[in-house]
């Protein structure tokens, strides 16, 4: 008897195995990917919502999104969209207190993190590393597993305060992604515009976005 036959029926006799098909032949499941999305309380909530359905139809992919209170009084001002809508375009949401969520664990394997709008208070927490909810908690998990993290934030004038906390975060491998306005892909509308900042926000997870004009 071969080592692989003998060791399955050692565990079938201990109860490890029911079932009777063979160990060489049992199908490995694929998980899918999956990104953790944060979403504060800066302007910008029509970005994260296109974002959202630009990976909602990628089988491959699935969401797992925190957002903050203070997202959704933003959500409200700037957009149409219903907090049913909005979750209904995430595959799992998580309360913004829910500190044993499977997200706050580094075990939980992730393609990485992006925090669209990015607010500069989350900025500040995440850089002093000051965990107090889960999407700093979050955020902290991905920088201390090495996982790419993208933060769209937002403020405008910028102080030195909040310069020297992106450049803290860049310094650590973080990837700061200001929704800047562009005009060489010729905008024709806003939605062209904001079309282009998630594109380049995908673009770091190896993901393409519809429509979206690379310079040539």
């Known amino acids: 008897m071969d080592i692989v036959a003998n060791f ?30 944060g979403l504060t309380g800066a302007s910008g909530a029509p970005i994260a919502l296109m974002l959202l359905r630009a990976i909602k139809p990628i089988p491959e992919w699935e969401t797992h999104v925190i957002y903050s209170k203070s997202f959704l009084k933003t959500l409200e001002t700037e957009t149409d969209c219903t907090v049913e809508e909005l979750r209904e375009l995430c595959d799992y949401d998580y309360d913004l207190h829910d500190m044993a969520a499977s997200v706050s664990s580094g ?5 990485g993190m ?29 920088i201390k597993e090495h996982r790419k993290l993208v933060l769209v934030a937002r403020e405008s004038p910028l102080s030195s305060i909040h310069l020297n906390n992106m ?20 905008p024709k509308t806003v939605e062209d515009m904001t079309r282009h900042i998630v594109g380049k926000a995908l673009s770091i997870f190896d993901l393409e976005m ?4 690379r310079w040539e």
């Open 107 to 111: 075990t939980f394997r992730t393609e």
């Open 8 to 37: 399955t029926n050692v565990r079938k006799a201990a109860g490890f195995i029911t079932t009777s098909v063979p160990f060489a032949e049992r199908q490995i499941i694929k998980m899918k990917k999956r990104l953790v999305v």
């Open 167 to 186: 450049l803290t975060l860049s310094q650590m491998g973080v990837s700061i992604l200001p929704p800047m306005l562009t005009y060489y892909n010729n």
């Open 210 to 213: 519809p429509n979206f004009r």
């Open 114 to 142: 992006v925090i669209v709008p990015c607010s500069m208070k989350t900025v500040a927490g995440i850089a002093c590393g000051y965990s107090e909810n889960l999407i700093l908690r979050a955020a902290d998990v991905t």
